[in-house]
């Protein structure tokens, strides 16, 4: 019978830990090329960004010429979030991008990236009508100097809901607005347009009033009403 074996203490041997690059608190083992700080970093970066772009302020672009000549095609804007969450509702003369309502041009939700871009005529309480190639608020006529040209239509009057707001395009005759799908719900309303940086040449805060020269032109350049 051979005698037991007695080993010498800590003589077993023992796996070297895990390198940081190789594993992590939850288990999950990172390639060796990839750094931590660096992973950590970029993580942060992509959380800040998306919460200022979902409650501060947003980058849009111009798909249509409904908003003519205020916006052409391809102009870029910043659309900020803070004014209508904490200041005070759209008011006359804002220029807003929202999501439409549902079965207007998207589905209405939260996650629907869809949004149209569009100039508040009036509020709650107002009453609108559109006749004689002008609009009408509140029974007086609306001085509109940014259009590109009078309305060709004629609406009936209607007075604005509560937690409404009444929504045009500077381009009349080929927008996709209120006139033909009803006020806007307020909680469709994402944001406020107020700095374009793009065309360069036109960098600076959006006018509330802004005109371009060369109005008159939307016949020529009509964008399709169903774009937005």
Known sequence: ??????LPPHSSPRPDPPS????????????SWVDRDDLNTVAIAVVVSYAIRWFVAEPRFIPSLSMY???????????????YRFAHPPTAGDIV????????????GWLDDNVFVKRVVAVAGDTVEVKKGALFVNGEE???????????YEMESLTVPPRHV?????????????HLWGP???ENVVGRAVWKYWPLQEFGPVDRTF??????????LAAPPLKG
């Open 166 to 178: 009444f929504v045009m395009g500077d381009n009349r005759n080929n927008s996709y607005d209120s």
């Open 142 to 152: 609306r001085v509109e100097e940014y259009l590109a040209e009078r309305p060709a």
């Open 69 to 83: 000549p205020t916006f052409e095609v391809g102009d870029r804007f910043v659309a900020e979030k803070l004014t």
């Open 184 to 186: 806007l719900p307020l």
């Open 97 to 108: 991008i929202f999501r439409p309502p549902k079965g207007i041009g998207g589905n209405g």
């Open 211 to 220: 005109t371009r020269s060369g109005t008159g032109l939307a016949g020529e």
């Open 1 to 6: 019978m051979l005698p037991d074996v007695v």
């Open 20 to 31: 940081p690059r190789e594993s992590s608190s939850s288990g999950i083992q990172l390639p």
